[in-house]
């Protein structure tokens, strides 16, 4: 069964920096892609970023320009870099498969964007 756990989160000011991490088990992490997704108080989980098998990426307008998502299949470990973070990123911060039914859900790991 593959597990989640995602680190790296913190409490930041604004315009700050934060890279979180994601390791994953399971030998098929270089096969899928990955996302990361965020779930702030009160409102539904949504996506933020994917990584392909192929390298290819995407993201959600909100953090375009802000967020570098990469991977290391070496490590079966996803990456979410973010720069210029505000207010508004301010969520639990999850990893997930993407373009494919999920797996059970880690824990997430909360940022905190705040003066």
């Known amino acids: 069964q593959v597990q989640l756990v995602e680190s790296g989160g913190d409490l930041v000011q604004p315009g700050g920096s934060l890279r979180l991490s994601c390791a994953t088990s399971?030998?098929?992490?270089?096969?899928?892609?990955m996302g990361w997704y965020r779930q702030a108080p009160g409102k539904q989980r949504e996506f933020v970023a994917a990584i392909r098998s192929d390298g290819s990426t995407t993201y959600a307008n909100s953090v375009k320009g802000r967020f570098t998502i990469s991977r290391d299949n070496a490590r079966n470990t996803v990456y979410l870099q973010m720069a210029y973070l505000e207010p508004e990123d301010t969520s639990v911060y999850y990893c997930n498969t993407y373009d494919r039914p999920y797996v059970s859900w880690g824990q997430g790991t909360q940022v905190t964007v705040s003066s």
């Open positions: 399971g030998s098929m992490f270089s096969m899928i892609g």
